[in-house]
């Protein structure tokens, strides 16, 4: 049995008031979590009788997310970390909404095992723009420079 786990960490250049933003987003977890009224235009609930439907829809469990990272204030911006099972979908696109100042920005992330195993290693970036963010693995970079080279 290994133990798989992603890791994070970045510091992201950004405004004050966007610093306060990502870190009450990043504090929403879980069922009972409340959308503060500051991230609500952010965030236009898709049910209208589920205000934090628009939140929810950026995690991978919808019904109980939560975002798997830290995040600190520091000079200028903000340090977010995850070292166990960030979503990385998640923090690109609560920066794309709720730091535009800071973009275009982007971040990597790093796959670990805690045994060797084949195919068990490996990560990935994610490039967040105005307009959109895009996620890219390393090993799907990896097969389609192989088959490139492969001709």
């Known amino acids: 049995m290994a133990d798989h786990y992603t890791k994070l960490s970045f510091e992201l250049?950004?405004?004050?008031a966007e610093a306060d933003r990502l870190i009450s987003a990043f504090g929403l977890t879980g069922y009972e979590a409340a959308l503060p009224a500051a991230l609500a235009p952010y965030f236009p609930a898709s049910d209208?009788?589920?205000p934090l439907s628009g939140v929810a829809a950026l995690y991978a469990d919808s019904n109980a997310f939560d975002i798997g990272a830290r995040i600190y204030r520091r000079a200028g911006g903000v340090w977010i970390h995850g070292d166990g099972d960030p979503q990385v979908i998640a923090?690109?696109?609560?920066?794309?909404?709720?730091?535009p100042s800071a973009l275009p920005t982007g971040f990597t992330w790093a796959n670990d095992c805690s045994r060797s195993r084949p195919g068990a290693f490996g990560g990935g970036y994610a490039l967040?723009?105005?307009?959109?963010?895009?996620?890219?693995?390393?090993?799907?970079?990896?097969?389609?420079?192989?088959?490139a080279a492969r001709g």
């Open 13 to 16: 250049d950004c405004a004050e």
């Open 48 to 50: 209208p009788d589920d």
């Open 91 to 99: 923090i690109a696109e609560l920066i794309r909404r709720l730091a």
């Open 128 to 147: 967040i723009t105005h307009a959109d963010y895009d996620v890219a693995d390393v090993t799907a970079l990896l097969d389609e420079a192989l088959e």
